[in-house]
Every structure is written in structure tokens, then in C-alpha cells.
């Protein structure tokens, strides 16, 4: 089966400037998460999807980070303005729930995003 | 919240030997322990997990251990290879939220040939 994709892979903008993250999961999945992982940190959730509803954003700064997932299926996470510590790269994720039972998470390549 | 420390943060190790890494969680009621394999340049990969109700797993060179008590849980790798070099997380799923994942800051093993 194909894996999450993401898109793009590299992106560089300047401080202030937004910038928009996408992707697929894989074909199925309900659940579906967004990561940011700082350069020699492990990865940390921004924000979860089941299907098209949010399930938790606690960690996402919604001054001025957003994501929707339109249909239950792609997501886009988006940064409006960019800062200078955004600099990371975003991991997509997604898996299949099963009540009950913990179930694996599917990581995308990631986004490296770099802000000047 | 649960919050899951690693140890070491970098590992060298000749071709051949074993490799262990270490971690620690705060939360007694995560319940389920998955290591995760980052190479460079991809998203991280599951290559194995424990839960809470066994003390040891193994899968071909890599194993993994669990003391609850202790509130600690080790990977080992023996044999090693080159391509066994990256970045592994342990990582925790608190027992309340079968769908969370909270990582620890990585070791980056390298295996000298």
C-alpha cells in the first residue's frame, strides 16, 4: 500500500511570510496528526484529526499555525505569520483506530522548513 | 502529563557490537512502549514495542525490556550492522489515550564499520 505522502519536501520563506504544508495519508486511515519536530528533538503532536473533526489542538499555536482536513481525507497544516523558531520539519501521520488496542502510526517523509 | 526521557542523546558503536539505549516515563499508567527508527531524510518508523503486562520482547537482533516499577524501559541491539545507524525514539502511550504518542528527545547511533 502507498505510504503518507507529503508536500512539499523543502521549504524556505522569511520571517513574517506564511506558508502552507500538505498531505495525504494513507488510503483508509481515519486518524490523522500533524508533528513538528525541532532539529535533535523527538517529534511533537500539534494537532489530531479523526476523520474531518479535531480530536486535540492543545499544542498548536492557533495565533498563527491552522490545519483543516477536509472530507476525512487530505489535511494542510498552514503558518501565518512565520516566525524564526518555526524553523522544523512537520511530520504528517496517520493510522487506523481500533477500540481498544493501541495501533501504529504511519510517519510521511516531513516538510523541512527553514525561516530566515 | 507524561514526559519520557532518553539516554544517551549520541551512541558509537564498532560493526558487531550491541548498542543499548535507555529510557524513563513519569506517567505509572502508560501502558504501551514503541521504539521508533528515523533515518535521515524520512519520517519515523515503528521497530518494535512492549506493553505494560510483559517484562521483555524480542524480534531477531533488537529486543526490549520493561520495568514497571522502575518506570524505565531499554532497546537492545545486538550484532550490529551500518545500516542499524539513525535516530531512535522511545516513546509512551498513556494508558488513557490509545492514539497518543509522546516521544523522547532521541539517540542518534552511529555503527562504525
Known amino acids: 500500500e502507498a505510504g503518507v505522502a507529503q508536500s512539499p519536501r523543502y521549504k524556505i520563506i522569511e520571517k513574517r511570510q506564511s506558508v502552507a504544508f500538505w498531505c495525504n495519508p494513507i488510503s483508509g486511515h481515519a486518524t490523522l496528526y500533524w508533528y513538528q519536530q525541532i532539529l535533535g528533538q523527538g517529534p511533537k503532536l500539534l494537532i489530531q484529526?479523526?476523520?474531518?473533526?479535531?480530536?486535540?489542538d492543545s499544542q498548536l499555536p492557533k495565533d498563527r499555525f491552522s490545519a483543516e482536513r477536509l472530507k476525512g481525507v487530505d489535511s494542510t497544516l498552514k503558518i501565518q505569520p512565520a516566525k524564526l523558531e518555526d524553523s522544523a520539519v512537520y511530520l504528517c501521520a496517520s493510522s487506523q483506530p481500533r477500540t481498544g488496542i493501541v495501533y501504529e502510526q504511519y510517519f510521511g517523509p516531513g516538510t523541512r522548513l527553514t525561516v530566515t | 502529563g507524561e514526559n519520557v526521557e532518553q539516554h544517551p542523546s549520541t551512541l558509537s558503536v564498532q560493526e558487531g557490537d550491541s548498542a543499548v539505549i535507555k529510557c524513563t516515563y513519569s506517567d505509572s499508567a502508560s501502558n504501551y512502549f514503541p521504539w521508533y527508527k528515523q533515518e535521515l531524510g524520512k519520517g519515523p518508523q515503528l521497530i518494535i514495542d512492549i506493553r505494560s503486562n510483559v517484562g521483555e520482547k524480542k524480534d531477531q537482533r533488537i529486543a526490549v525490556t520493561l520495568n514497571k516499577t522502575a518506570k524505565h524501559f531499554s532497546l537492545h541491539i545486538t550484532e550490529t550492522q551500518p545500516e542499524d545507524s539513525a535516530v531512535y525514539f522511545c516513546a509512551a502511550t498513556p494508558r488513557t489515550s490509545y492514539d497518543k504518542v509522546i516521544f523522547g528527545p532521541g539517540t542518534s547511533l552511529s555503527v562504525i564499520p
Open positions: 484529526f479523526q476523520n474531518n473533526g479535531v480530536v486535540d
